[in-house]
């Protein structure tokens, strides 16, 4: 893992379009797929029942969808760090996909890209878009557009 460090909101306005690299590697176990699945009232089958789950096309528990998204507040900040500022604030997301399925168990890290900076008063609205894929996979298995202000 290396954090993209950057000191002040210049800083970031000059690194649109870069990519921030890479997290490290996590691994999404059962255990955490059941207590999302509980704490969410997700109780599906491809979640917490194996036995059943097997029998499915897709083979066995998967990880539900919005634990994939909420882990993205896990990654961003081993991918970018702001210095010289006075607030960073989560303002949300953008547009938000979820391309293939992460069996349990699947170890997972995320990339980033910062796809865009807007002026605000007294600082940015940056956009960035964090692709979350499991090792081995084709495809990504979350994308979305992290939306985040920062203040001078």
């Given at each position: ?108 890290r995320a990339g980033a890209e910062l796809a865009a900076?807007d002026d605000v008063p007294g600082g940015i609205d ?27």
């Amino acid at each position: 893992m290396a954090v993209t460090e950057f000191e002040g909101i210049e800083a970031v306005r000059a690194a649109v379009g870069t990519h921030l690299g890479f997290s490290d590697w996590v691994t999404v176990t059962k255990e955490q797929v059941e207590a999302f699945a509980d704490a969410t009232g997700d109780q599906r089958l491809i979640h917490d029942d194996e036995s059943q789950a097997t029998e499915t096309p897709i083979g066995g528990p998967v990880a539900p969808a919005y634990l994939l998204l909420s882990l993205t507040n896990f990654f961003l900040p081993q991918l970018v760090e702001v210095g010289n500022v006075s607030l960073g604030v989560n303002r949300g997301t953008g547009e938000i996909r979820f391309p293939a399925r992460a069996p349990a168990g699947s170890r997972l890290r995320a990339g980033a890209e910062l796809a865009a900076v807007d002026d605000v008063p007294g600082g940015i609205d940056t956009t960035m878009v964090i692709t979350v894929e499991a090792e081995g996979a084709d495809q990504p298995v979350c994308v979305v557009e992290s939306l985040t202000r920062y203040l001078a």
